[in-house]
């Protein structure tokens, strides 16, 4: 689903530059869910805006669903986004004068989806996070757990070929996380792709491969024995 080969990325500010990823080597098979761990500053986030087509590599490949990705122009680098990948990101990113519902359309929208259709998908994919009867309500109505459910039904919305979380859990406590884990877990488990980005051990082992991220290349990537989010807020 995923293939990346010697990616590399430096941000250049003034008369200096920083070499964020310097020779990334990735793989991910469809069905996977992959954690990107690493501290802070250590390129997660660039990398996974990348992946996302949200930003180019300096140098290396990078082939999504077979595609390549390259020098695309920003029309068809917003095809691309908007047909093989979802987005959560940790403040979830929710248009504050809108309700959940048009939160969750607003994908489908861009897609020239008829009203009605949107309507219908926008609401099967917020009751498929249970949220159906919050429908009406703005974001600013609803908490931290349920805002990040909305974000996820709309990241859905699309029936992209991957879900790319950029620490979905950041900006909520021990139990919501762990809820919003169990939920991401359930889409994955229907054969989703999924990429996490977390910097909590935690989060990660409830993934099913941890690549850790360290100055700028990847120091390791396991397989490991996936721990269920629901059995874990139990504990
Ligand atoms: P992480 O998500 O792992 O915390 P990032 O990918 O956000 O790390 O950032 C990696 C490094 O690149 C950090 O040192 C950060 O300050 C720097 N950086 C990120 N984005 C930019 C940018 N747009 N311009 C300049 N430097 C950036
Ligand atoms: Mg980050």
Redesign the pocket.
Known sequence: MIQIKDLHKS???GSGS?H?LKGINFEAQEGEMVAIM????????????ILGIL?EADQGSYFLDNVPIKDLNEKIAAKYRNEFLGFVFQSFNLINYKSALDNVSMPLYYQGVKRKLRTEKAMHYLDKVGLADWATHLPSELSGGQKQRVAIARALASNPKVLLA??PTGALDTTTSYEVMELIQGINDEGKTILV?T?EEDIAHMCKRIVN?KDGIIISDTIVQQVSAKQQANV
């Open positions: 941000y250049h500010m920083l964020v690493g501290s802070s500053g250590s390129g997660k986030s660039t990398l996974l805006n930003d950029d620490e980005v910097h991220l």
